[in-house]
């Protein structure tokens, strides 16, 4: 019998240096909704979640623990290994969270323009070095 894995990511965690600053960042600079940071009966336990769209969770863990938890050594990060896309209705609201996210101390890698394939993104990393891109696709539909 051949098991096949099925497209059902809920989680997507980020290793941070710092949860509390992360949560700040986040929370109270990009305006994501939360608890909090829960968990912190539990050895390691310290986590934050975001509910996102579609059932998505975007979840700050801090970078030493996921690493314990994983069996992995803590390695040197890179912005290059990914980037989480955020896909917004208008090219105006491109400007407006790339905006926000730099108030918020993130750092803008590459400023809000056309892109070759017909949209419009920037791209900022968070106060951990991870690489979002604000994109506006004219193919893609943005559902509430």
Known sequence: MILVMKPRIKVITLGVNDLEKSLRFY???LGLPTQGIIGTEF???AVVFF???DDLVLALYPRAALA???R???GPPS???FSIGHIVKSKREVEAVMQQAERAGAHIADPARERF???YAGYFQDL???LWEIAWNPAWEVKE
């Open 68 to 70: 314990k938890d994983a």
């Open 27 to 29: 929370r109270d600079g």
């Open 117 to 119: 394939w017909g949209g």
């Open 51 to 53: 509910n996102m769209n």
């Open 128 to 130: 951990d070095g991870h």
């Open 43 to 45: 050895e390691d336990g």
């Open 79 to 81: 912005p290059a290994e």
């Open 72 to 74: 992995v050594s803590v």
